[in-house]
């Protein structure tokens, strides 16, 4: 099993930045790629950024070139940072580890942190 921790959210100010981290725990060799998602009250869970172990990355288009995503595989740790901060970006954002079936890997399954809120005020 595979535990996510996040940690860095708050409340700033429009224009701000804040920095979001995620740690992998457990048994961590099977997960091929770390993302962030975000939901806001009343809206589906979207996802923000991606990044794989060799180091591709994907950013949703509303995030434009304000948000970076890091992957460092050796500590399984996945970090966030988040610049320009948007009252629209206000929402709990979550931690996803992947899983797929090779190798010595049984199963396809996400792992879920229990998410940090990010709230930007106006």
């Known amino acids: 099993q595979v535990q996510l921790v996040e940690s860095g959210g708050g409340l700033v100010q429009t224009g701000g930045s804040l920095s979001l981290s995620c740690v992998a725990s457990g048994d961590t060799g099977c997960i091929s790629a770390m993302a962030w998602y975000r939901q806001a009250p009343g809206k589906e869970r979207e996802l923000v950024a991606s990044?794989?172990?060799?180091?591709?990355?994907w950013y949703a288009t509303s995030v434009g070139g304000r948000f970076t995503i890091s992957r460092d595989s050796a500590k399984d740790t996945v970090t966030l940072q988040m610049s320009s901060l948007r009252p629209e970006d206000s929402a709990v954002y979550y931690c996803n580890a992947r899983e797929i079936i090779r190798n010595m890997c049984p199963r396809d399954r996400d792992y879920w942190g229990q998410g940090t809120q990010v709230t930007v005020s106006t």
């Open positions: 990044t794989t172990r060799g180091g591709a990355t």
